[in-house]
């Protein structure tokens, strides 16, 4: 191979990249935008472990309304309404605030925009709170049993009483 055909190669890839990198890390509020189902746990105010899941609508402009379950050390379940503001940055970062029906105080959250708004991966700032998960948007989605078909990606954990704390990930095949 002759050095013109590496500089050849080299500019082609050089180009390729700062192209894929200028067009794929533009971000708006507007990559927030629709149905997401959301899951994370970690530690509460009072360094027990706590684990939440929910669905909420982000509207693109830097709002969300929704629900959340939460199990806070085994003890505590539940089911409330949420709402929220986010601010994403033009390099897929952002953060936010949360405030469950009748909270005293909003949580704040940083958060990732990745797949260009089809995840979104986020921290909870608040000290002393240790807390992370997942959003992900749930487009057309057939709730019925029979849309409950194909192979889904699990992943876990949690803490049981007498073992400790455990994590898992693997394959769920659902036959609808």
């Known amino acids: 191979m002759t050095s013109r055909m590496l500089r050849r190669g080299f500019l082609l890839v050089t180009a390729v990249l700062a192209f894929g990198l200028a067009s794929g890390g533009q971000c708006s509020n507007a990559n927030f935008t629709g149905k997401y189902g959301f899951a994370g746990n970690g530690l509460d105010t009072n360094g027990k472990p706590i684990s939440f899941l929910g669905y909420i609508k982000a509207d693109g402009k830097g709002t969300f309304t929704g629900t ?18 986010y601010s994403i940055n033009s390099d897929c970062t952002g953060s936010g605030t949360t405030k469950l029906k009748g909270q005293k105080g909003t949580n704040h959250f940083t958060l990732v925009v990745v797949s260009g708004g089809k995840n979104l991966q986020f921290l909870i700032t608040d000290a002393p709170k240790v807390q992370i998960g997942t959003a992900q948007a749930q487009g057309k989605a057939t709730c019925t049993l029979a849309g409950l078909k194909g192979s889904f990606g699990v992943e876990s954990s949690g803490v049981f009483i007498g073992v400790g704390a455990v994590a898992l990930d693997g394959l769920l095949t659902l036959d609808g």
């Open 68 to 85: 959340e379950t939460a199990s806070d050390d085994g003890t505590v379940i539940t089911n409330v309404p949420i709402t929220g503001t």
